[in-house]
């Protein structure tokens, strides 16, 4: 069966339609999951196995026996949990998995609850790594958590989150790594501190007056090769 291709994904580089194209993009992963899905089964496949291998839930490497003609590849990040309790569980990534006989080796990475059980089930980690990947037409239809990244050294890198903090023990002198499109959002507590910032197009003449005793909100983002900034604002 054919597969509908997503729509254009969101982009930064879009604002204006940045919430339409995320609702749209949302709006079709459903449809997609479902197309995607009886694509597979259309094709005797599939990434959903049990298990009756005794485990132990921990870290490290996991030998057991899981359901025969999955797609399971090295590589892919999968979970392994209590079918009587699946708060009892374990995140790992596919060592090896023999689709004939269904014997699978993993590595355990993180686990959540304890004990020892002999009824498994099997399926893709809930967390799924996109690095590198483009959509199109991006529709989210909740909301979005980002992490608050602490910075504890010097550059300010997109790769750690776009929402970032600060507090200055000394004058420092901070540098960038951030690409066309992408954006940073640095709240700095600077305590009287100065900043030796790297070379900022700011928006609005010179570098930005930090708060003495608040934090300073300072937004960066690049366009065309030229990095901007703007004080945002300040907050106690």
Same mark, same amino acid.
């Given at each position: !069966? #054919?597969? *509908?291709?997503?729509?254009?994904?969101?982009?930064?580089? +879009?604002?204006?339609?940045?919430?339409?194209? #995320?609702?749209?993009?949302?709006?079709?992963?459903?449809?997609?999951?479902?197309? =995607?899905?009886?694509?597979?089964?259309?094709? &005797?496949?599939? =990434?959903?196995?049990?298990?009756?291998?005794?485990? *132990?839930?921990?870290?490290?490497?996991?030998?057991? /026996?899981?359901?025969?003609?999955?797609?399971?590849?090295? &590589?892919?990040?999968?979970?392994?949990?209590?079918?009587? +309790?699946?708060?009892?569980?374990?995140?790992?990534?596919?060592?090896?998995?023999?689709?004939? /006989?269904?014997? !699978?080796?993993?590595? #355990?990475?993180?686990?959540?609850?304890?004990?020892?059980?002999?009824?498994?089930?099997?399926?893709?980690?809930?967390?799924?790594?996109?690095?590198? $990947?483009?959509?199109?037409?991006?529709?989210?239809?909740?909301?979005?958590?980002?992490?608050?990244?602490? =910075?504890?050294?010097?550059?300010?890198?997109?790769?750690? @989150?776009?929402?970032?903090?600060?507090?200055?023990?000394?004058?420092?002198?901070? /540098?960038?790594?951030?690409?066309? @499109? $992408?954006?940073?959002?640095?709240?700095?507590?600077?305590?009287?501190?100065?900043?030796?910032?790297?070379?900022?197009?700011?928006?609005? @003449?010179?570098?930005?007056? =930090?708060?003495? /005793?608040?934090?300073?909100?300072?937004?960066?983002?690049?366009?065309?090769?030229?990095?901007? @900034?703007?004080?945002?604002?300040? +907050?106690?």
């Amino acid at each position: !069966m #054919a597969i *509908t291709p997503l729509p254009v994904p969101p982009s930064t580089l +879009s604002p204006e339609s940045f919430a339409t194209d #995320a609702d749209t993009f949302l709006a079709a992963l459903p449809a997609f999951a479902t197309e =995607l899905n009886a694509a597979g089964t259309a094709a &005797g496949l599939t =990434l959903v196995a049990a298990s009756s291998t005794s485990l *132990t839930i921990g870290t490290g490497s996991k030998s057991l /026996t899981a359901s025969a003609g999955c797609v399971f590849v090295p &590589g892919m990040e999968i979970f392994i949990a209590s079918t009587a +309790s699946p708060a009892n569980k374990m995140t790992c990534t596919v060592t090896t998995y023999n689709n004939g /006989t269904g014997a !699978m080796v993993v590595n #355990a990475a993180s686990v959540s609850g304890s004990g020892t059980f002999a009824a498994w089930s099997i399926g893709p980690a809930s967390t799924v790594n996109f690095d590198g $990947q483009t959509f199109s037409n991006l529709i989210l239809a909740g909301k979005i958590t980002e992490s608050i990244y602490a =910075l504890s050294g010097t550059v300010i890198d997109p790769a750690n @989150g776009s929402v970032q903090t600060k507090t200055l023990s000394a004058n420092t002198t901070l /540098t960038e790594s951030i690409a066309d @499109g $992408q954006s940073v959002v640095l709240i700095l507590t600077a305590g009287g501190y100065t900043v030796t910032w790297p070379t900022v197009a700011w928006r609005w @003449g010179a570098a930005p007056t =930090l708060s003495p /005793t608040g934090k300073s909100h300072v937004v960066l983002y690049q366009v065309g090769g030229l990095l901007y @900034g703007v004080l945002a604002g300040t +907050s106690t």
